[in-house]
């Protein structure tokens, strides 16, 4: 027997031990585009506590026993804390904890733990001393069905109150690790580039403009719904950051560049993705 159980959190108390913040600590370090890493790290010893949530609204049956009951609109939720550490001033240590939503047949979803994620980000200067700024990233996954290495390339170019931002992404992802070949067990090399603008409104408001993309060039699949989910997607859209020094939140939507309609049953990609961020400094 299989219990699915409904939870409902409260992230005002999440996040309140994190709301208690001490005088005179330098600001956060804000994600001004949501899926791309900026080329700044925290300043040695000082902690940051990050909360992600991604919703990506997909179709699933409306009763799975009878699909003569067609299809209704049920998003696939994400949700990621992190955790930061300055090691140094040019040195950040990052631990996330995933968990998901994924959506039922029937308009339900079930609540899990997905697994942990490591990494370490440095980058090789102060902000302008190069033409681009360069930084580096990395990061070991330990999900409930896969581990992954990934890399990213950061890149940063400032224009006065405009800043040009890039990861250049890469992923190499073992499905099923400990099982045999039989039950499902396969290598996927993924590739997920963002890069986009960020516009400095006033000290506190950063509207800008992101595309991303995630996917495999060459998908490791078998048939087409799965050589569809797997293969290259791309998304462009809004995002919006409010930084107010210790304490900041960003949010975009972005439209599915790949197909304008909605999903069919069983495709993993939306028609829009919706990311939300809020970054507390302690």
Do not use: C
Request: glycine residues 8%; hydrophobic residues 40%; without cysteine.
């Amino acid at each position: 027997m299989v219990v699915f159980l409904k939870v409902k959190i409260n992230f005002g108390l999440m996040l309140a031990p994190f709301l208690v913040l001490p005088a005179g600590v330098a600001s956060a370090n804000p994600h001004t585009l949501p899926f791309t890493y900026p080329n700044e790290t925290l300043p040695k010893g000082s902690f940051e506590a990050e909360l992600y949530t991604d919703v990506n609204p997909l179709k699933v049956q409306a009763d799975e026993k009878d699909p003569s009951q067609g299809t209704i609109w049920n998003p696939d939720y994400a949700m990621t804390i992190e955790a930061e550490y300055g090691l140094s001033d040019r040195w950040e240590l990052g631990l996330y904890t995933v968990f998901e939503a994924p959506p039922l047949p029937g308009g339900d979803n079930q609540f899990m733990f997905d697994g942990l994620k490591w990494r370490v980000r440095t980058r090789f200067a102060e902000p302008g001393q190069l033409p681009v700024d360069v930084g580096l990233y990395f990061e070991l996954e330990t999900m409930h069905d896969e581990i992954s290495l990934e890399e990213k390339l950061n890149l940063q170019r400032r224009f006065g109150f405009v800043t040009w931002m890039a990861n250049l992404w890469v992923e190499q992802s073992l499905v099923r690790p400990f099982d045999s070949k039989a039950q499902g067990r396969s290598l996927h090399f993924i590739i997920n580039p963002t890069t986009g603008f960020s516009f400095q409104a006033t000290p506190s408001v950063h509207p800008g403009i992101e595309f991303w993309a995630r996917g495999e060039p060459v998908p490791n699949a078998d048939n087409a719904l799965d050589k569809y989910n797997d293969g290259m997607h791309y998304f462009l859209g809004p995002a919006l950051n409010l930084n107010f020094g210790q304490f900041w939140w960003s949010i975009a939507a972005y439209k599915h560049l790949n197909k304008l309609g909605a999903p069919n049953v069983g495709e993993e990609w939306g028609p829009l993705w919706f990311r939300t961020m809020i970054g507390v400094q302690i």
